[in-house]
């Protein structure tokens, strides 16, 4: 049988949690399928800070460098958060991840199931039968990581200065990422810039216009970032896939994702060219409520089904996973994010949904 | 009596017939006080590129200068939009305005009446009793307006670049706006920015926080520009004002406005040093219903009120100008874009609103 190498970065809060959970999973799809996953696990974030000094250790990406995958839980929590911004444990733990690997496309689905659009904060018309969006963001350039940034000066004479980059080919490689993902779904890419303001965006536009010349199937709209921010409040259901540069994906994913109401149920991707790839939940570390049990694993579990489909090409294990997290959802298992008071819900910890998907799977 | 001189930009589509409404709440207000507001016209937008050759015709920005303060209408429209995108009507006459004006205050409002609740794509839940968020946006700097920002290359070696740039004045002064306004309202001032990935936001942030030291009775706290899209939707009642730099300011100034679900309910301010400023409403030119006379005036004329307020000083006849909105609301008068079919409420058109308001002052 096969073997894969993953990195397990379980991190904080209730990472750990919710990432015995999605290990207990890989034991199943172990079971089932011929296939062995070489776990090494390793620090990051504040686990990262505390047992090593740093956030990204370098026994860590040594660790990632070893494997075919990483496997990433959540980071962060009140404990680090005095740290000077470069040293905490999220920015100080994904810059750099995502820099050594060259994960340039992240992609972040903004599903809500149709049996829980009570969790979201949108009337019931807005999303009756759920939507399923999926934004793809560029990881790797942009205002994040270009030259020249820094404060310059002295006193009231600084100047805080940061660069907004891209290039031909990073635009185009993140297009096409796009444009394959809208062929499997829904077959709309909505573009989003702000090319009336930005030369960055101007590029933009014109080289994914371009690529959309090899993709006749999929229909191209564009939008700016301000209107789409309006748009995925008024009418969700009008987008499919969402294209965007690295900081207006930071942004209108995390809005998609919140109107779905249910964080704790997406997982995400960020894949490097070729197979690699590091997979995480896109909810953060809920310090709050670490260490009771009663976190939601699905999203880490969802990540875990999206490495096997996307590093691994285990396209029908994964679909397995997505299955089994829908089956359980529709048998009414709930943790306490996602529960409501209603005849047929479950009210159940993490370690019982774990249990259930794996029994569905 | 006193006597102020307006530049009157009606601009396209429904602009004319909502600064029509306008214009007679400003008659209505020079019989009630002893006021009178000299008015030019000129072109603006498409109206501009058609009558005189651009969106921003010299005639228009000298007549500005002229005056003490600019009330705009809106812009842009189909058949404008395939014009290289300086040259369009929004971006074409809205930054240049911005900048030889000097307009680095943007006042937004983001107001979801009680009695309209129903017209926000959220739940009742999350917004009963209503919301009234103030956007304070800094508009004449950042990303907007540094440099370098342009294409350089050729064909694939071409690389896109814009500059994020801020420098302590530029920070300081809008800051000041912004608690200065949080004084006059709910004494709470959330900073947005990005200070764990920009340089500019680390600084941003330090002179907030310095600034703040000054209003010792508002309370300031700091929420990275992805968490805010995020907690607008989840909660928008936790938000009193919002400051932010320019580019974040667009986001999620639209992203709040369109939480109120009555776009043609807000007006919005610029405003330079001293008592200049432009007044629009946030709403764009609606080309699908201009000319019918169903548009709703009341962006327009709240727009018209805080020139009232922040240009000419006239608090009493500003308040006025919204009181009686909130009365004409209660008595049930709606446009079509915030009516429903309901006991006790008038479906009107933009005259009859605006007649029913001037019947209020
Ligand atoms: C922690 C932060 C640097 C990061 C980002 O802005 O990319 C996070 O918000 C995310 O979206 O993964
Ligand atoms: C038209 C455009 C340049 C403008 C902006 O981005 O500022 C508009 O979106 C706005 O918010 O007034």
Redesign the interface.
Known sequence: GKAFKVAVLPGDGIGPEVMAEALKVLDAVEKRYDVTFERTHANVGGAGIDQEGKALPETTVNICKASDAILFGSVGGPKWETLP?DE?P??GAL?PLRKIFGLYANLRPAIIFPSLTAA?????E?IAGGFDILVIRELTGG??FSQP???EGA???????????????EIERIAHVAFQAAQKRGKKVCSID???????????REIVIGVAKQYPDVELSHMY???A???????PKQFDVILCEN?FG???S??A???TGSLGMLPSASLAEGTFGMYEPSGGSAPDIAGQGIANPIAQILSAGMMLRYSFGMIEAADAIDNAVAKVLDQGYRTRDIYQESAGLKLVNTKEIGDAIIANL
């Open positions: 911004p905490q999220e920015r810059l979201s904060s949108l009337k019931e807005v205002i994040y940034k820094g404060i006193g009231r004479e600084r100047v805080g200065v940061d660069t907004m980059r891209y290039s031909v080919p702000k090319a009336n303001v930005l030369s960055t965006s101007v590029l933009w970032v301000d209107n921010a309006m748009q995925l409040v008024k009418w900081m930071d942004i209108l995390d809005e994702a919140m109107l």
